[in-house]
């Protein structure tokens, strides 16, 4: 196995763990989200109708994916807009640079789009001598921290207020020393209200795009995409191709599931629905597929491509809650970013499926009822045959199997394991081989094997 | 040399078929009904941090209106509702930068909806729709007649023939993007009133 290009989940999540008092502020913040979402969902008698819907509705346009783009492409143009396709990350950044280049862009806004972040947008036009600014507050500060986001809908979830007023008193000349939220996100809006007055060029991703009218949506909470895009005379909104849906009426499901399923909200503050560029303005469009057509192939994991970026996944999962979303060294971390990054690369990637405890719960909360634990569960099927588990891994699922295919062994294992376990030394148990014990003590051993008990049992 | 377009499109379509369920029906439904969707509406609109008033007709709303202390010291106030005084009209202002300093907007909302506060309103006739964003307070009229029920009745309203923008807006902007408090007022308005009218 070659060497990750990254430090692994469990060494990045041990690292998090280290400050407990912050890792337990990190998990109840996102189970605060969790149970927002509970009470919306519970506000909502269809709840279970309106995902099985979803659900069909995304299988269906994932069935007929290049018909529908095909649709999307032709009502796009038919509206105004110009439609471009890129085949990987690097042909989408190019094609953007190319638009801003021909028009002159130097200064861009930016709001919220899990797309370029993946392509790594922002660092490719920094070298070409073009100026983005993340207009979304939580992306800003992790911009302005020069980290990637932490999570797709809260990227800033893992910064305590402190440091943020310390960021912004150091970039912005804030306070020193004043914390309170509602004084530094007004500092963040006067600062970043001359950013889109004076701004070039919007960039948007898509919530959804719909074939049927060549139209997209973008949700937001702050208005900034909106703001992004009503000023210069340039709008570049960029989306990978599975953003597709059939119809505009399919928005009724899909709007109803997005912000309750998200922050607990019955809707986001702004659902926008954009047609067409503004009069006298223009509109691109760029169809991004970066490894998407790839896992489309993949009978196992193709389902994963339903996915509308919610985050309930990773605001319900015991791992990702203790282990901060930077453990997860990919753009889309939590449950569902452990089925995709492994796809784009097994090798890099392939400690996340194993990230997992199999709880079941991000399936349970998921929209789009993607079963997501039991893709992961495939995922390490799939990483076993292909041997990119590590040796220790594989060693000891070997020596698992050996034993479990022969009862005596079994039986003789569990009986030296019982009495080793009363008479041997601490140290003896509790080492560096026994990784299980590391946080917590083992039970103590039983006089009788189950299976001595059973027989007893069954003579008397 | 094959296009972009060309390769992932062909891409896709040497795949093995997925099984495809046909599209379900989603505008008709058993879906949530409220007996007194008014009081549901402004609940809602209170919870997502707006204020919500049920009131006969525009005087009514002029009279809420010049209560407020922020809107009789606005400088710049654009309405587009008849009956509500506005301070210039917006066809006369050539750049949507000029708008920056719009202290107050008043407009009409085609629909409102009862399940989640959300009111639709669109750039028709319209020449800035920068306005909805760059206020520092939204003001919202929409007749009783049209409040709905939920997103489904809402969506049976709506076609997409012709390039236009739409938005469905509930509440003033927000951020929790500071630990999870809720800031009112991010980048778009900072307040949200939404009037019920008669009619």
Redesign the interface.
């Known amino acids: 196995m070659n060497a990750p290009i990254h430090k692994e989940h469990a060494e990045l999540a041990t690292e998090f763990v280290h400050n407990r008092e912050r890792a337990k502020w990190h998990d109840s913040s996102l189970w605060f989200v969790r149970q927002k979402r509970d009470r919306q969902t519970h506000s909502i008698p269809e709840w279970e109708q309106l995902r099985e819907l979803a659900a069909t509705i995304k299988r269906h346009t994932l069935a007929k994916l290049p018909q529908y783009l095909e649709e999307f492409e032709r009502n796009a143009t038919r509206m105004g807009a110009v439609v471009h396709w890129a085949r990987d990350a690097e042909e989408h950044n190019r094609i953007v640079l190319q638009i801003l280049q021909e028009h002159g862009a130097k200064k861009i806004v930016k709001s919220k789009s899990m797309l370029t972040e993946e392509c790594h947008l922002n660092p490719y036009l920094e070298r070409n001598g073009i100026q983005v600014v993340d207009t979304d507050l939580g992306e800003w500060i992790v911009q302005l921290r020069n980290e990637p986001p932490s999570h797709i809908v809260m990227p800033a979830i893992h910064i305590k207020k402190q440091e943020i007023s310390e960021l912004f008193h150091d970039k912005l000349g804030t306070e020193d020393g004043n914390n309170d939220p509602t004084y530094l996100a007004g500092e963040a809006r006067t600062h970043l209200r001359q950013k889109f007055v004076n701004a070039d060029a919007g960039i948007t991703g898509v919530n959804f795009a719909i074939a049927e009218t060549g139209g997209f949506v973008v949700c937001t909470n702050e208005g900034n995409a909106d703001l992004g895009v009503s000023i210069p005379d340039l709008h570049i909104a960029c989306m990978g191709i599975e953003k597709l849906i059939p119809r505009a009426r399919d928005l009724s499901v899909f709007t109803r599931l997005l912000g309750r399923s998200a922050t607990g909200q019955p809707i986001t503050a702004y659902t926008s629905h954009f047609h067409g560029p503004r009069p006298g303005c223009k509109l691109h469009i760029v169809l991004v597929d970066n490894g998407r057509s790839k896992i489309r192939a993949s009978e196992d994991f193709h389902r994963s491509l339903n996915c509308i970026r919610c985050g309930a996944c990773m605001n319900t999962c015991p791992v990702y809650r203790r282990s901060g979303g930077h453990s997860y060294s990919t753009t889309v971390p939590g449950p569902i970013g452990s089925i995709l990054a492994p796809n784009r690369d097994a090798k890099s990637h392939g400690d996340l499926p194993f990230a997992c405890t199999l709880c079941g719960s991000c399936t349970d909360v998921c929209p789009v009822k993607i079963d997501i634990h039991h893709q992961l569960l495939t995922w390490r099927k799939e990483l076993a045959i292909q041997k990119v588990v590590p040796w220790t891994k594989r060693v000891s699922m070997s020596m698992a199997a050996a034993v479990l295919k022969r009862p005596w062994l079994y039986a003789l294992g569990g009986k030296v394991a019982r009495v080793g376990l009363r008479w041997m030394p601490r140290w003896m148990i509790y080492n560096g081989l026994n990784k299980w014990g590391k946080q917590r003590d083992l039970p103590p051993p039983p006089a009788k094997s189950f299976r001595e008990q059973f027989r007893s049992r069954s003579k008397s | 040399m094959a296009?972009?377009?060309d390769?992932?499109?062909g891409?896709?379509?040497k795949?093995?078929?997925?099984?495809?369920?046909?599209?379900?029906e989603?505008?008709e439904?058993?879906?949530?009904r409220y007996a007194d969707p008014i009081t549901q509406f402004s609940n809602?609109i209170a919870?997502?941090g707006g204020s919500c008033f049920v009131v006969a007709g525009i005087p009514d709303v002029v009279a809420q209106l010049e209560s407020y202390s922020e809107y009789k010291k606005a400088k710049r106030v654009y309405s587009q509702v008849p009956g509500i005084e506005t301070h210039f009209d917006l066809n006369s202002v050539a750049s949507?930068?000029d708008l920056?300093d719009l202290d107050f907007v008043i407009y009409p909302g085609e629909f409102a909806v009862a399940?989640?506060?959300?009111i639709w309103v669109t750039d028709k006739d319209l020449k800035?729709?920068?306005i909805?964003?760059?206020t520092q307070h939204l003001v919202l009229v929409v007749p009783k007649s049209k409040l709905i029920h939920?997103?489904?009745e809402?969506?049976?309203r709506?076609?997409?023939?012709?390039?236009?923008?739409?938005?469905?807006?509930?509440?003033?902007?927000?951020?929790?993007?500071?630990?999870?408090?809720l800031?009112i007022?991010?980048?778009?308005?900072r307040s949200m009133q939404v009037f019920l009218i008669d009619g």
């Open positions: 296009t972009a377009k390769e992932i499109l891409a896709l379509r795949q093995v078929p997925i099984e495809t369920p046909a599209l379900p989603v505008l439904g058993d879906w949530i809602l919870a997502v949507p930068k920056e399940e989640n506060g959300a800035h729709r920068v909805f964003f760059i939920n997103m489904h809402g969506y049976k709506l076609s997409f023939e012709e390039p236009r923008f739409g938005l469905f807006v509930s509440g003033p902007s927000k951020t929790a993007d500071i630990e999870q408090s800031v007022g991010a980048h778009g308005c």
